[in-house]
């Protein structure tokens, strides 16, 4: 089972671009990265997901080393509503539900 | 409106009474979860689903059972509510299992006294 480490808190301005990296050392080799994003009092809401190198959407980009024993989610130029709470989960896609974990994850607050 | 529809979204009630949240969902998904959150922790899974006929623990069931009344529907009942159940509980739905896409509902915010 992949633990994951985050950082508890991060702060940035307005359109700055804002890195969120999570460590997951014992990542297996079918284990996939996710990342969620949690505004107060709403559920959280699927971001990205990779396995290696880098993944991009419209939203994030994710970047994988090829040990994979990290990960980085990059969000560029953010905006006062990307405020929120950043989730990253580790698992195989097909492993039971109760082997992913959510952690306490990482409280971004962006300033003006 | 919402894909996943929990009711009701506030309840505060007392020590000892029976409690039931609803789940909805139009997704279609046959997988269907509970998770709890306590303040700034992350969702920890009390129950999950993967058809009308499958029901699992999740880490923290104690003090919780839960009802698969059909595939769009998931129910979680607190017999004798305690006051350290009090938290947010979200319903969320997947096609998949595992790291697959989960869908969560905008949560359910219990208050017991």
């Known amino acids: 089972l992949a633990k994951t480490t985050q950082p508890i808190s991060m702060d940035s301005y307005e359109g700055q671009e804002v890195n969120i990296t999570c460590s997951h050392n014992n990542i297996a080799t079918n284990d996939y990265i996710t990342w969620y994003q949690q505004f107060p009092s709403q559920g959280p809401r699927f971001i990205i997901q990779g396995y290696k190198t880098k993944v991009t959407n419209e939203v994030a980009s994710l970047f994988i080393p090829a040990d994979r024993k990290s990960s980085t989610l990059s969000l560029p130029r953010v905006s006062l509503s990307d405020t929120a709470v950043y989730y990253c989960l580790v698992g195989d896609v097909d492993s039971s539900a109760s082997k992913i974990i959510f952690g306490s994850g990482t409280r971004l607050s962006i300033r003006p | 409106d919402a894909d996943v529809t929990q009711t009701p979204r506030n309840r505060i009630t007392k020590t000892g009474k029976r409690i039931m949240l609803e789940c909805s969902q139009t997704?279609?998904?046959?997988?269907m979860y509970w998770y709890r959150q306590d303040p700034g922790l992350g969702l920890r899974l009390i129950y999950y689903s993967f058809d009308v006929k499958d029901i699992n623990k999740g880490e923290i069931s104690d003090g919780y059972s839960v009802s698969r009344q059909a595939q769009a529907k998931f129910s979680l009942s607190l017999e004798s509510a305690i006051p350290n159940q009090t938290a947010l509980y979200f319903c969320?739905?997947?096609?998949?299992?595992?790291?697959?896409?989960?869908?969560f509902g905008e949560g359910s915010r219990l208050t017991v006294l």
């Open positions: 997704k279609g998904h046959d997988r």
């Open positions: 969320a739905t997947s096609e998949r299992g595992g790291t697959g896409e989960l869908f």
